[in-house]
T-cell receptor, first 113, second 111 residues
């Protein structure tokens, strides 16, 4: 059974640019959640999508957005990048809301310079 | 404001010893408490989880102890092994609407 695939693994962007990250969940999982991981802050919830609809959103500015496609694949977009956006972005796939456990991808390491 | 507070930040244990990581929460609406294990370069992986209707759950060498009145829960790793060296995160959720993670504990098990 294939795991959660996130692409790309690494990204280096300049302040002010925008970036799109991709996540392919486990087959059959319709819920995709995104988290930002930084040292000292742990994992911070960005948003969750289920059947192409955003169900929940964390406390991040509007520069962070996402979407989910009919095949459950999800993308996350960050516009007008700031240095503080440098982090590991994790995608988590689950049957429904993670109540039976998330399966995380290995993440995309974003560095903003 | 950190919804789930985790301690210690780092932990060093001898092989064969017991590793204990603690978490505390404030929101009494939380009803699901998982623990995740993360190795360098990998995403977190679900280790064990508990719901507030039980006070303890054991899976192999890993045990969650849950104290509802104190709003605390902890992970015990018995007979700790070098392969257990990783970062551990506790988390809490209210019906899965949003998960709040602790800041992580870096565990090192010395051979």
């Amino acid at each position: 059974k294939a795991g959660v695939t996130q692409t790309p693994r690494y990204l280096i962007k300049t302040r002010g640019q925008q970036v799109t990250l991709s996540c392919s969940p486990i087959s059959g999982h319709r819920s995709v959640s995104w988290y930002q991981q930084t040292p000292g802050q742990g994992l911070q919830f960005l948003f969750e999508y289920f059947s192409e609809t955003q169900r929940n959103k964390g406390n991040f500015p509007g520069r962070f957005s996402g979407r989910q496609f009919s095949n459950s694949r999800s993308e996350m977009n960050v516009s007008t990048l700031e240095l503080g956006d440098s982090a590991l972005y994790l995608c988590a796939s689950s049957l429904d809301r993670g109540l039976y456990g998330y399966t995380f991808g290995s993440g995309t390491r974003l560095t903003v310079v | 404001q950190q919804q789930v507070k985790q301690s210690p930040q780092s932990l060093i244990v001898q092989k064969g010893g017991i590793s204990i990581i603690n978490c505390a929460y404030e929101n009494t609406a939380f009803d699901y408490f998982p623990w995740y294990q993360q190795f360098p370069g990998k995403g977190p992986a679900l280790l064990i989880a508990i719901r507030p209707d039980v006070s303890e759950k054991k899976e192999g060498r890993f045990t969650i102890s849950f104290n509802k009145s104190a709003k605390q829960f902890s992970l015990h790793i018995m007979d700790s092994q070098p392969g257990d060296s990783a970062t551990y995160f506790c988390a809490a959720s209210n019906t899965g609407n949003q998960f709040y993670f602790g800041t992580g504990t870096s565990l090192t098990v010395i051979p």
